[in-house]
């Protein structure tokens, strides 16, 4: 594998895990 895809691989799955705990931060803050 390329370590260029590896590093987009890695900042992919890093931005779904940032949005998703963005959003049970808000969530949270709502309640």
Known sequence: M???????MVV??????YVRES???QAQVNL
Not at 2 to 8: F, H, I, N, W, Y
Not at 12 to 17: K, N, Q, T
């Open 2 to 8: 390329m370590r260029r895809e590896l590093a987009q």
């Open 12 to 17: 992919e799955r890093g931005a779904i895990v």
């Open 23 to 25: 959003t049970m931060m």
